[in-house]
C-alpha cells in the first residue's frame, strides 16, 4: 500500500519508537536549503559557525530523537574518487555525528554485489519508508510513503547489507 499523503519528515520521525535508517545512494545532491554552505564551503574549504547554525534545527531533532531512545542511522554509497558534493558532506558529518546520529560510508564498487532499491530512502522502525526521488542533477522531485511488506522486507535488508559492509565515518577519508 502506497500512502497519498506525505507529512513532514519531523512528524514521521515523531511517531518513531525505534529505529530511523537513511540510505543514500546519488552522489550529488542539489538541495535548495544547503546551496548557501555548499557555495561557503567550496570557497572556503570548511563548514563554518554559520553552517553550524543554519543546521541547527537538523541537529536538534537528532538530539532529541536519540534521546529518547530512537537509533538513527545514515549510509551513503559513494563513487570513487568522490564528487566534490561528497567531500563537502563528508566535512559537515561530524556534527551528525556528534548530535547521535550513526553514519556509515560505502564505496560503490563494494555495493556491486547487493540488491538495492532504485531511490534513497528513510525506513522507520522497519514498518514505513519514505522514499526521496531526485532529478538527473540532483534536485529534489518528491517523496512518497510505502509501507508494503515486501517493500519494507527490500529496504530493511538492503540497508543492513550495506550497513555491515560500510566503513564508519571516523574511518573514511574522502
Known amino acids: 500500500m502506497k500512502p497519498s499523503v506525505v507529512p513532514p519528515f519531523s512528524e514521521l520521525i515523531a511517531g518513531c519508537q525505534r529505529s530511523a535508517v537513511h540510505l543514500e545512494l546519488r552522489d550529488a545532491y542539489g538541495v535548495a536549503e544547503e546551496d548557501e554552505d555548499f557555495a561557503e564551503w567550496r570557497e572556503l574549504g570548511t563548514i563554518t559557525p554559520a553552517s553550524v547554525e543554519r543546521r541547527h534545527d537538523w541537529l536538534d531533532?537528532?538530539?532529541?530523537?536519540?534521546?529518547?531512545?530512537?537509533?538513527?542511522?545514515?549510509?551513503?554509497?559513494?563513487?570513487?574518487?568522490?564528487?566534490?558534493?561528497?567531500?563537502?558532506?563528508?566535512?559537515?558529518?561530524?556534527?551528525?555525528?556528534?548530535?547521535?546520529?550513526?553514519?556509515?560510508?560505502?564505496?560503490?564498487p563494494e555495493a556491486a554485489t547487493l540488491a538495492l532499491p532504485g531511490a534513497d530512502f528513510w525506513l522507520f522502525d522497519d514498518r514505513l519508508i519514505r522514499f526521496g526521488h531526485f532529478a538527473g542533477d540532483g534536485a529534489f522531485v518528491s517523496h512518497d510513503l510505502n509501507d508494503d511488506p515486501e517493500a519494507v522486507k527490500l529496504?530493511?535488508?538492503?540497508?543492513?547489507?550495506?550497513?555491515?559492509?560500510?566503513?564508519p565515518h571516523e574511518e573514511f577519508s574522502v
Not at 529496504?155 to 543492513?160: I, R
Open 61 to 108: 531533532l537528532v538530539r532529541a530523537t536519540t534521546a529518547r531512545g530512537v537509533v538513527m542511522k545514515r549510509a551513503r554509497v559513494v563513487s570513487v574518487p568522490v564528487s566534490e558534493y561528497i567531500r563537502y558532506e563528508h566535512a559537515g558529518t561530524y556534527l551528525n555525528v556528534e548530535a547521535g546520529e550513526q553514519i556509515r560510508w560505502l564505496p560503490r
Open 155 to 167: 529496504c530493511a535488508d538492503a540497508f543492513a547489507a550495506v550497513w555491515d559492509r560500510a566503513t
